[in-house]
């Protein structure tokens, strides 16, 4: 089983982010953290991170994982190009959070794009991540089939 992490914009700055909302972790020790787990459980863990919209909707287009795990930053709470991107994706999708959307400014509560994913995972710091990808293969790597 291979799955994509996307995040999206300013998420490569995470040393520099308030830990309150994003956790102390550095990007480059998320991905690591990531990369671990996938190793831990056998399943082959890609990162891609952009600050760039188009570069994510290329991403999402190149079918070449069996789920997706997503963080697209900023762009959850305005994107509709990326939403249709990933509506268009026939494969398990969850949109995860470092920080608690639904405790923040109000902007911020809004996700346009978790409406094109299974669920959303927010407010755990790193093991948002590490839930919605133990969601993923719990429910699908034992070979329940895909959607």
Not at 95 to 112: G, P, W, Y
Request: with cysteine.
């Amino acid at each position: 089983m291979k799955i994509l992490v996307i995040n999206g914009p300013n998420l490569n700055m995470l040393h520099l982010r308030t830990t309150e909302h994003y956790g102390n972790k550095s990007y480059e020790q998320l991905v690591k953290l990531l990369k671990t787990w996938g190793r831990k459980k056998e399943v082959e863990v890609e990162v891609f991170q952009s600050n760039h919209e188009g570069e994510i909707i290329d991403r999402i287009h190149r079918l070449d994982y069996d789920a997706l795990v997503i963080n697209p930053g900023a762009f959850t709470h305005y994107s509709y190009a990326i939403r249709d991107a990933l509506e268009l994706v026939d494969k398990p999708k969850i949109e995860v959070h470092l920080s608690n959307i639904h405790s923040r400014e109000d902007f911020r509560k809004v996700s346009i794009t978790a409406q094109t994913c299974e669920g959303v995972i927010s407010g755990f710091k790193e093991y948002s991540y590490i839930l919605a990808l133990e969601y993923i293969v719990e429910k699908y790597g034992s070979g329940e089939r895909m959607p």
